[in-house]
């Protein structure tokens, strides 16, 4: 089973994509700033991160820059998900980017596509 940690502040779109993303077969974890996001990553060692870029105590930059200054998440993809425009630096250190709101589908064929190297069947 695939693990997947979701990074971002806003409680309602944490627990709707953990839901989602659970149905769909993931291992999901969390957590809600950039710091814990970090911690989390230590941890639970996902497969994908889910990143959102506008959060407290620490952001998602700040968060992205650190992955891939550790040898250990380097390489790690990253879905960057935000509601504001990123630069050109962090979409290259992202694996995809996908401007918020986005359709589910879109963000499953998404991770699909990352983690298998193909998009999901459609059901």
């Known amino acids: 089973m695939k693990r997947l940690l979701i990074v971002d502040d806003e409680v309602a779109i944490v627990e709707a ?3 989602i993303l659970s149905v769909e077969g993931y291992d ?3 957590a809600f ?3 814990e996001g970090l911690e989390r990553l230590a941890q639970v060692k996902p497969d994908l991160v889910l990143l959102d870029l506008m959060m407290p105590v620490m952001d998602g930059r700040e968060m992205l820059r650190r992955m891939r200054e550790d040898a250990t998440t380097r390489d790690l993809p990253v879905v960057v998900m935000s509601a504001g425009r990123i630069s ?3 979409r290259k250190a992202s694996a995809r980017f996908l401007a918020k709101p986005f359709e589910l589908d879109t963000l499953l064929d998404t991770i699909a596509g990352l983690l298998d ?3 999901r ?3």
């Open 117 to 119: 190297g193909a998009p």
């Open 28 to 30: 999901v974890a969390t």
């Open 88 to 90: 050109e630096e962090e």
């Open 33 to 35: 700033n950039g710091a």
């Open 121 to 123: 069947a459609s059901p």
């Open 17 to 19: 994509l953990q839901d």
